[in-house]
């Protein structure tokens, strides 16, 4: 494990760190394959029912690739986008608090994840076209799904700067917070969707997904509604609203 990629749990929030501020948190082979594992873990632990993405140091929340080691030919794009499907993937919500600008694949790493939390004064940008990248079809449909096709078109052709009020506008971020408040916010946020039942939450995120990606079959959201339907925690959900009291789910 590397220390420029840190993760804990907190009860039911994992925190995964961006800690290698010196480069601008940007990701190489070490941090690629910090990040990986840490999926892992997350992935293999019921306790999380939330993710969070943050960053350290106060400037840059993560400058995507490292170009020197793409340069170098020490890492892929491949490489890169492995990373970012595998936290697309997660079936628990996941959370990219953003502690400041956004470049190249930092903004896929973000849009990876179901929410994103930005502050003000920050920005993205990502400089594919002005160094003579093609950015991969993986992350370019990572764009698209997030954002749309013309806003795609600007990000990646024009390769446009969006400063922190427009990126509130356009979707990019879902919430935008003052620099100081951005790791209570986050936590309070995640706190509240880890409140939720879990089962529901993951079913209606996955059948989401699909729907974004064209693909979803019927009989598998039946599937995932009926689960649901017939599970602990929707009994308890009711009983809840009865007693007037705050639900406790267990995730089954």
Not at 65 to 91: H, P, V, Y
Not at 223 to 250: H, I, T
């Amino acid at each position: 494990m590397t220390d420029t990629i840190l993760y804990s749990r907190t009860g039911h929030i994992g925190r995964l760190v961006l800690n290698n501020p010196q480069r601008h948190n940007s990701l190489g082979r070490e941090q690629l394959d910090g990040i990986r594992d840490c999926l892992v873990e997350v992935a293999a632990d019921d306790a999380v029912r939330v993710l969070i993405v943050s960053g350290t140091g106060t400037k840059t929340f993560c400058a995507g690739a490292s170009l020197q080691e793409l340069s170098a030919g020490q890492i892929s794009d491949d490489a890169f986008q492995q990373m970012t499907c595998q936290l697309n993937e997660l079936l628990i919500p996941t959370v990219c608090a953003m502690n400041g600008d956004v470049f190249g694949g930092g903004a896929e790493l973000a849009m990876a994840c179901d929410f994103r939390i930005g502050v003000e004064g920050s920005r993205m940008r990502v400089p594919a076209a002005a160094i003579g990248l093609c950015y991969p079809l993986v992350g370019i449909n990572h764009f698209i799904r997030c954002l749309g096709v013309r806003l795609t078109k600007r990000i990646l052709v024009a390769s446009e700067e969006f400063k922190a009020n427009a990126l509130l506008e356009i979707g990019f971020f879902d919430h935008l917070v003052s620099p100081g408040n951005l790791e209570l916010f986050a936590t309070d946020f995640a706190e509240h969707i880890a409140g939720l039942a879990p089962l529901a939450v993951q079913s209606m995120k996955r059948i989401i997904g699909l729907a974004a990606e064209g693909v979803v079959d019927p009989e598998i959201a039946l599937e995932l509604s009926r689960m649901c339907l017939s599970s602990q925690d929707l009994q308890e959900g009711f009983a809840a609203k009865r007693e007037k009291r705050r639900p406790l789910f267990a995730g089954h």
